[in-house]
C-alpha cells in the first residue's frame, strides 16, 4: 500500500524559469502597470512611463503575466484533483477486494469509481468534444444525394390540400 499523501505532494515543483531575475522583473512591471491602468492612465501613457518602444507594450506584458498565472493555477488545481482522484480509487478498489464488504458496501465503491472516473475524463480535458472535417469532395456527394431524394420525394408527392378528406369517400375506398 502506498503512503498517505503530504501536503507537499500538492506543490508542483518550481519551473526553472519561475525565479530568474527577468520573470520577476516582467512580474514587478506587470504588477506596476495594473496598478496604474487602476488609476485610470491608458495603455499608451502606461507603456511611455515604462519605457516601452510600443504602445501596446504593457498591455502585452500584463496580458502574458495574466495566462502565466492562469496556466501555473489551473495546472496546480488539475494536480490536486487527480492525487485525490488516485487515492480515492484506491480506496474504492481496496474495498471492492476486501471479501468481507457487504454487496452494499461494493455497490457504493462501485458507484465513486465509476463517478471518479467520469470527473478525471472531465478534468482531463479526455470529454471534449472531436473536430470532424468535411472535405468539398464529401460535401458535394452529400449535397447531390440530398438532392436526389428531394426530387424522388417531390415527384411521389401528386397533390396537397389543406382541406381533410371526406368521411363519406374515405369510407367508400
Do not use: C
Not at 519551473?15 to 530568474?20: F, L, M, Q, R, Y
Not at 457504493?108 to 470532424?132: C, E, F, M
Amino acid at each position: 500500500m502506498s503512503e498517505p499523501a503530504r501536503p507537499e505532494d500538492f506543490v508542483p515543483p518550481a519551473s526553472e524559469s519561475h525565479g530568474t531575475p527577468d520573470k520577476i522583473n516582467a512580474m514587478l512591471r506587470a504588477s506596476e502597470a495594473m496598478r496604474l491602468r487602476a488609476m485610470g492612465l491608458s495603455w499608451v501613457k502606461i507603456s511611455e512611463r515604462q519605457g516601452f518602444a510600443d504602445r501596446s507594450g504593457s498591455r502585452l506584458l500584463v496580458e502574458r503575466y495574466a495566462a502565466d498565472q492562469l496556466a501555473e493555477t489551473t495546472e496546480l488545481m488539475r494536480a490536486t484533483w487527480n492525487e485525490t482522484h488516485r487515492l480515492q480509487l484506491a480506496a474504492a478498489a481496496a474495498i471492492m477486494g476486501d471479501p468481507d464488504a457487504s454487496p452494499l458496501v461494493k455497490l457504493r465503491a462501485n458507484d465513486t469509481i465509476t463517478r471518479i472516473a467520469s470527473a478525471s475524463r472531465q478534468l482531463n480535458g479526455l470529454n471534449a468534444p472531436i473536430k470532424i472535417e468535411v472535405s468539398d469532395a464529401a460535401r458535394a456527394m452529400v449535397e447531390q444525394a440530398l438532392s436526389l431524394l428531394e426530387d424522388t420525394v417531390l415527384g411521389e408527392v401528386t397533390a396537397v390540400t389543406d382541406e381533410p378528406a371526406d368521411e363519406d369517400e374515405a369510407e367508400d375506398e
